[in-house]
């Protein structure tokens, strides 16, 4: 009985943390736009505020799980709210990340700085909560498919957010501190966006294509990184 509790309790952590690293990596990047001084309060608040909104949701499961029923049918393709909030997710997250690709790329460094650096701590965590909705909503109709208590979801969702806390500062610190990676990062972000309004379109791309194809990016990029280290010290 222990056994047959414990493991889809782990299993859906696992899968709620792996999950909670598109909005991780999002909120880390609009941080890095504020000064110093706000960076950390707006992790705080937009991973709070994930984990407050995951948690109503679960108080309104029989509501979202209606998101899955058909609400019309364009050019042979059924619509559900489910469907239209990914597919709106995946747009908002296509236009986010491509933006911040083409001011870290196209631009001059000062440019580039001074762009970055633009927007308000209140426009940033509308733009979080936004995305946070999309998550959330995809994230407990996949909860809703694999366990049948609502307390295993509640457990779930508050460690993957405590989980996500811990993360949140070194990984900020960490795409900072490595530019190239705030781009592969973009780029993740990217994928998640197709993935999303693909699965809103029925389309279905399995999420581990999408991980492991950016692990073995970023297991790339470490060897270049390395490797420049060394040379940088020859």
Same mark, same amino acid.
């Given at each position: ?17 792996? =999950? ?16 110093? !001084?706000?960076?950390?309060? =707006?992790?705080?608040?937009?991973? +709070? ?21 058909? =609400? ?18 995946? $747009? ?7 933006? @911040? ?76 501190? !490595?530019?190239?990676?705030?781009? $592969? ?13 693909? @699965?809103? $379109? !029925? ?15 970023? $297991? ?7 490797? +420049? ?6």
């Amino acid at each position: 009985m222990l056994i047959e509790t414990i493991v889809p309790l782990s299993t859906l952590i696992v899968l709620e943390v792996i =999950l909670g690293l598109d909005n991780i990596i999002f909120i880390s990047i609009l941080a890095d736009k504020l000064p110093a !001084h706000q960076r950390d309060k =707006l992790r705080y608040w937009g991973i +709070g505020l994930a984990m407050i909104i995951r948690l109503c949701l679960l108080g309104l499961i029989s509501w979202i799980l209606k998101l899955d029923g058909v =609400l019309f049918t364009a050019f042979e393709v059924a619509f559900s709210g489910k469907g239209i909030i990914l597919i709106l997710g995946g $747009l908002f997250l296509l236009y986010k990340s491509t933006k @911040e690709i083409r001011e870290n790329t196209e631009s001059d460094n000062g440019e580039s700085e001074l762009k970055a650096r633009k927007g308000s701590f209140k426009t940033f965590l509308i733009e979080i909560i936004m995305l946070d909705l999309v998550f959330s909503v995809d994230s407990i109709i996949t909860a809703v498919g694999m366990v049948q208590e609502l307390w295993m979801m509640y457990t779930a969702v508050i460690v993957a957010v405590g989980v996500m806390l811990i993360a949140a500062k070194s990984i900020s610190r960490f795409i900072e501190k !490595h530019p190239s990676f705030k781009i $592969l990062a973009l780029c993740f972000l990217m994928l998640i966006g197709v993935s999303l309004i693909a @699965e809103g $379109l !029925h389309f279905s791309i399995p999420k581990g294509y999408i991980y492991f194809s950016i692990a073995f990016a970023f $297991l790339v990029n470490t060897i270049q990184m390395k490797k +420049g280290v060394r040379k940088t010290k020859y």
